[in-house]
């Protein structure tokens, strides 16, 4: 069955930086488009950034515009969260998320099929 187990999370203090990771398992990564999501306390989940297919277009919350960079790579069945001078209020559970379908919006958590159980992301002032 189809599987993404995140990691890289931990405790980082203010304008430091984590890379994510999300491994995929029980799929060809190839077809789906991938993202990934965060919930803070108390919060809804968010939408953070996306990757296409090809890897060729990316899309990014507004909060983390400048700050992050999505990646992957289809051949190790990884996608990457990269993000840098973290604040606290990027304190979350990060999520990944997997999706075939066409045409929906990828800041849409409606649109993606499978999840990560998530990666704890701590940011200290």
């Known amino acids: 069955q189809v599987q993404l187990v995140e990691s890289g999370g931990g405790l980082v203090q203010a304008g430091g930086s984590l890379r994510l990771s999300c491994a995929a398992s029980g799929l060809t990564l190839s077809n789906y488009r991938m993202g990934w999501f965060r919930q803070g306390p108390g919060k809804e989940r968010n939408f953070v950034a996306a990757i296409s297919r090809s890897g060729g277009l990316t899309y990014y919350a507004d909060s983390v515009k400048g700050r992050s960079t999505i990646s992957r790579d289809d051949a190790k069945n990884t996608v990457w969260l990269q993000m840098n001078t973290l604040k606290p209020e990027d304190t979350a559970v990060y999520y990944c998320?997997?999706?075939?379908?066409?045409?929906?919006?990828?800041?849409?958590?409606?649109?993606?099929?499978?999840w990560g159980q998530g990666t704890q992301v701590t940011v200290s002032s």
């Open positions: 998320a997997a999706t075939r379908q066409f045409g929906r919006t990828s800041s849409s958590a409606t649109t993606y099929d499978y």
